[in-house]
């Protein structure tokens, strides 16, 4: 017998002698009522959910509020060991986008066993993934029915704040090993309708993440949802629609593989900023994935782009001062929204840069900057500054004499809402995700090159965000070869 079977033993005893239900214990003992009972609720040891569904894009889209790009998935298929705590999804997605990459099915099979998270890939090996994913993957095991219920029923659960809110009632609970979670259920089938979490998302803080149930059919005893829809805020990241699901049959090993468990979890290494320079007053601070560059001006200097987390960005602000001490860096040039590119805006906003982005973002940037981040307090919650930002339409010379520098909105198959620097002394066109050097193919470098020619610039080298500098002769060539 295990631990957690012995700690289940007296619920079902308590729930039974306890005359007067707390109005919290009300609503979960009505929740696992509709849900075929309590003792039902805590025999289930397997579920295994097999259906299709959509993936959205959060923070990649083409305009900040947009949500048309979707994945199609299919072969979805999630088994959770639920009193084990352990939980495997696989699934394939194809990119329903108007302009991707390649349109090839994705495999993806990704694993969470008690605190160990881990992806296993297309050539069947296994990896640990870092902490936060591991964390968000725990929160993820407790986001259905049953799983919720159960933890509910826990009597080491903490249940508090019953309340209505339109038709649903709702109580928060705080599970034996510290997770929190709020349970709403329908007010009048009693069924579950929704388990919310708190997160923490770098660019938008304090986020909720919500799984909505619907569709209840009955299973083995107990009512499951078809229908499952995960949204961060009030953003769609995922729809699962149930073809076929069972209640105790074979899950399958949904052990984290020994190399896995046994490996330590990754932690992020510190950034590494290394400086290129590009011409006189000009460079490229590359090192990681995401660059940035750095333009001087007489009497001060000019990021563009802060990329991925306050981590990236704070070095890169360091590398620039080290590089020019005596001149102040008070500018930062947004390449676009997606949020690996915009993921160190407020840290650059907590260094008392002012943001210059396409007119696009200005809204997005402004909520941006208010969103409380209590949870994991970023470089902007502890030294909190006011958001100076300027927009960009079609086009913007920044010039003082000795540097001048063009911005242009860039042509918006990648981002609507996307600015590429032009500086034409030395005929350097500073880029990103449009075309990156060596990583072919470029679905949106042809479309790119003809707005290009628009422009009548005379452009020698590209300075790309990702990967290396090449001369423009490079880029069209690989326009012209894929
Ligand atoms: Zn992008």
Redesign the pocket.
Known sequence: MTRQTLLLLPIVVMVTACAKPTEEQRVVRDAASALGGADKVLAVKTLVIEGDGTQYNLG?DVVPDASGQTWAVTDYKRAIDVPGERARTQLARVPKFTYWQGLAAQRQVQGIDKAVGYNVGANGAASRVAAAAADDRRAELLRHPITAVRAALDPAARLTNPRTEGDESIVDVLTSDGRAFTLAIDATTKLPTRVTTAANNVNLGDVIISTTFADYQSVGGVQLPARLTTKTDDFTTADVRVTKQAVDTDAGELAAPPAVASASVPVPQPPNVTVEEVSRGVWLLAGGSHHSALVEFSDHLMLIDAPQNDARTLAVIAKARELRPDKPLTQVVN??H?F??SGGIRAAVSEGLTVITHQGNVAFFEEMIKRPHTRVPDALAKNPKPLKIEAVGDERVITDGTMTVHLYAAPGE??ET?LMAYVPRDRALVL??VYEPGAGPHMFLRPFLEDLKKRNLRVERIVPLHEKMVPYGQMVKDATSN
């Open positions: 990649q390449s676009h997606h690996d590119h990648h981002s996307m990103i995700d």
